[in-house]
């Protein structure tokens, strides 16, 4: 399961990042606050694909397919 | 520190930590500000306001000091410069206090930086003003303990402990010894850093979900299928309309106060040339121009408030998808609609948008949305053809449609380029991720939304009115002499204007429309200007009729004037958006290709528009 399969008002945790993850990304989501360990919730799923948001302790996040499926959670 | 040279202090934090509004209210200065990551793009420089010896630096936001993207490396290495050429004497670190845990990390990377470099740190736990709003606590005496260095709380927008920063500041001193909570020994790793400022705010931080969970809600409501998609057209109508039924009566009044004035000096000054100079150019050229300063305020103001508030961010992710399609991203959304006030401001916010590639293409599209230098004109034209009624029992006003299609125009040109040339290349379809922080909705704080908007009107009136002054000035004299203004066509101007007639006749416009074209492309309002001044001076009898009623006296076909509407829409008058997207994308290149193409793509619009309604009508 990746972060993007997270269901509106669920967590869960963060086991690793995508192998193909570049460098700078993984870097960047780990200072947000994304990084294996961290339980992250998905407070909004809007329809038609549009990007979900993410809340990481006490900030939230708008991310899209394209990262958030590259997230891997337990 | 130095007694003799100004005091130099750094503000620096990640963005949207409120940084620039705290800028402000120390320097007094007007550092734009908004509700979204990363407005900031400039270091801003200022001295404060109680003691002039002391400079504030604002640096742009950043999320690290390991910076990953271009604009982000810039921020950092300006920051590095600082602090290893010894230009600084003390770092001011602002965090957001409602966001202690993501400002920790950050705060605990410049802890370590100025550690190195044996630079004073002040933390000052921003917004403040929040949580005293709803009672809750923050232990800035346990945190300053914890990292040994002091920790302020202040608001930046109500101005709370400002007055301790000056002495806070003289007081630090530079940390001697990296945080480490049990006493481990510190390593660059991401995650114990952020274990370390994810503990600190635990213990030290506000407790409780309330501020979170009030965003939440309102992220249902503006974000959900069907309420969400409602409520964005509803803001965007509202953000439309206003600019047209708020300023309104603004404009009303400073054209009666025009009329007022105009009657009162021309009555005291005999007839003759210098009469006939302060009618025309003054009054027909300068005059018709000013009209139109309350609408740039109400636009600037409205745009502000909705940048203020926190929901442009809401509005990028409900872009995002549809914006794909036309090979932009959700990011462009913040530029173009900033364009909608003014290109410039928009092209400095795509900086926002961190893929080259789609910053590029959102390059493409800024120039083509319709800027307030364009209501000028739109306004003008639609006034002198389409009839001022109004349709459905007074709902729908004609005028209003028709300013609103071309509004719409303008919008859809903009993605229909962007459309096709992310279509000519694999490169320009690559994307980056999207990830985007979600401010805190807010209240919007007016004294700098209306500074803002005044300074705006007023750089318009101060800048653009130079301009026009000018040019309405040169082009009186062109059109007057030699023979006093007795016959426009067969003045000077009257002659060059007939040699480049054939460009603009097949539009069915005389020469008179082509001058004001030519003259346009300095800036798109010196149109209204240079064409008040032309008419002022054939209309022999010096009667002040409003331009748009002598545009319909001279018995100008629909056909033409909605072929100039279309050429206003699409062609790229404005030297002051080149310059800055030279100085932004580092060469001229762009800029000569847009300002070119768009030429040539506004001319065969115009032509084809005026033939369609030829045909039609």
Redesign the interface.
Known sequence: MTLWDLTQGTSATISAFAGSIEA??R???????F????TIAC??A??????K?Y?V????????D??AS?IEID | MPPSSPTKIALIGSPNSGKSLLFNRLTGLNQKVANFPGITVDIGAGRSLVDSSTEYLDFPGV??L?A?SGEEKLAVDSFDKALDTGHLDAVICVVDA?????GL??ALQVLEACRRHNMPLLIAANMSDVLELHKIPLDTHGLAAALKVPVLSISGKTGIGLEQIPSAIASATAPTEAYAPTGDIITSD??LV?RQA?QL?KQYG?KGDL??NA??RL??FF???WV?GISFFVIMYLLFQSIFTWAAPIMDGVESLLQVIADLVLARVPAGMASDFIADAMFGGIGAFLVFVPQIFVLTLVVGMLEDSGYL?RA???C??PLRVFGLT?KSFIPMLSSVACAIPGVYAARTVDSPCKRWLTYLAIPLMPCSARLPVYTLLIAAFIPAQKALGGLIGWQGLAMFGIYVFGIICALLVTAMVSRSSAELRS?L??????PPYRLPSWRPLLRNAWNRSKHFVTKAGKVIFIVTVVVWLLGYFPNQGASLGDSWLGTLGKWIEPVFAPFGLDWKYGVAILTSFLAREVFVGTLGTLFGIEDADENFVSLSQQIQDSGLPLSSGAALLVFFAIALQCVSTLAVMAKETGSWRLPTQLFVSYSIFAYLAALLTYQLVELLV
């Open positions: 700078g990304y870097t960047r989501l780990s200072e947000l606050g990084y294996p360990g961290e407070v909004m809007p329809s038609l694909g549009a990007p948001l809340r302790n006490n900030t939230v996040y708008s991310l899209d394209s990262i590259m | 999320y690290s390991k990953i409602t966001r202690l845990e993501k990390i950050f991401d995650a952020h994810q705010a506000p501020l979170i965003q939440t992220d249902r974000l959900h299928s969400g961010a990028a992710v409900i995002h998808k959700g994307d991720p999207f990830v985007l922080e979600m």
